[in-house]
């Protein structure tokens, strides 16, 4: 058992709290389909990354575009086959009080609402979407935005995250990083800065002494 005292949590929300792996591969592999991209080379890369950033890098030019992206992931929020809460998100999200955490995700708002409504999460009053920031995870700015919001500094955050991109974007926050086995070997989280790895959420315990008091039966 490990205990971590913070003063609030950082959620990463597909691949953490909300499993969509399935959902977001197939979507990448059909679009990747259309126009004759490698399927299994784009979806080694997509997780963690804003979907503009990946029509940008992958795909024609007349797709680099906030409205083709806004498209893929209207499409993409109507597809719950393979879509549920990571096993014990619920239960600790339901200790915590609105004001000691907060979602930090690549997705866009209305995607995240959608995602959270569609496994029975309570959308957070503090969230943290890909418009909301210049630049997405790997860079920090989404965990420090994260972090504000809270009223908080970054090093007394807990951020729990997936990706590599977004472990190492909660690293240069500053933050301790848990990582969580979804879509990312142990190994590779790890390596990309994460503290500690849990399998999922049935391995926390939340208290609150002076803060909150975080056990993972790592």
Request: hydrophobic content about 45%.
């Amino acid at each position: 058992m490990v205990d971590i005292t913070a003063q609030g949590i950082l959620f990463d929300m597909d691949g953490t709290l909300v499993n969509t792996i399935a959902c977001v591969e197939r979507g990448w592999a059909d679009l990747a389909a259309e126009h004759s991209v490698d399927a299994q080379a784009l979806i080694r890369t997509v997780h963690g990354h804003p979907t503009y950033d990946v029509l940008c890098s992958w795909f024609p030019p007349h797709m680099h575009s906030r409205q083709c992206a806004q498209a893929f992931e209207h499409k993409l929020m109507h597809d719950t086959r393979g879509v549920f809460a990571v096993p014990g998100a619920l239960r600790v999200l339901s200790m915590l009080d609105d004001s000691e955490w907060a979602i930090v995700t690549a997705a866009t708002e209305d995607l995240a609402r959608v995602r959270m409504q569609q496994v029975g999460i309570n959308v957070p009053e503090r969230l943290v979407a890909d418009t909301s920031v210049k630049k997405g995870k790997p860079d920090p700015e989404g965990y420090e935005v994260g972090a504000r919001l809270l009223g908080i500094s970054p090093r007394d955050a807990v951020v729990f995250e997936d990706s590599v991109n977004g472990v190492v974007a909660g690293c240069a926050a500053g933050a301790t990083v848990v990582g969580v086995l979804t879509s990312t070997s142990e190994d590779k989280l790890r390596d990309a800065g994460a503290k500690y790895v849990i399998k999922d959420f049935t391995q926390v315990q939340i208290a609150h002494a002076n803060g909150l008091v975080i056990t993972l039966d790592v």
